[in-house]
């Protein structure tokens, strides 16, 4: 095990200012969404629903989840990255936090709604993103 670069005062600070929300691949992905004509038709991590989707749209019953690739154990490049320090802890908790998803994921779809996991490194790609993002909202018509 390798000793830590930071004191634990600065790893503190470092773990503290990792977010939950409001994250940068949320707000482009809100970016997206609102683009493609759905501003203010949907609300923000409902901590009702199982997960805490990060945009939910009850109209179509349809939510977003906007995963960090390491977090939660995507597998692409950064989310394949695995910490030298402590690797039986991240292994274990980040395979928690897949077996969360996927479970939140089945009730969620159990209860009536379609479920759409984003993650962090497609947001990158702005055209790919609003297509997929079209494709799962439909088409947004316009109130009159």
Known sequence: ????????????????????????????????????????????????????????????????????CFWH???????????????AYWSAKIAANRARDAAHARALAGAGWRVLTLWECETPDRTSLSRRLSRFLGRATELT
């Open 73 to 87: 154990g995507h597998e692409c490049k950064r989310g394949a990255r695995k910490p030298k320090d402590n690797s």
């Open 1 to 68: 095990m390798r000793a830590d670069v930071f004191t634990p005062t600065q790893r503190s600070a470092v773990m503290r200012a990792v977010k939950s929300a409001d994250t940068g691949p949320e707000r482009v992905v809100r970016e997206a969404v609102c683009a493609l004509g759905f501003a203010r038709r949907y609300r923000l991590n409902c901590t009702h629903l199982a997960g805490k989707p990060d945009l939910v749209f009850t109209a179509l019953r349809k939510l977003i989840f906007v995963h960090g």
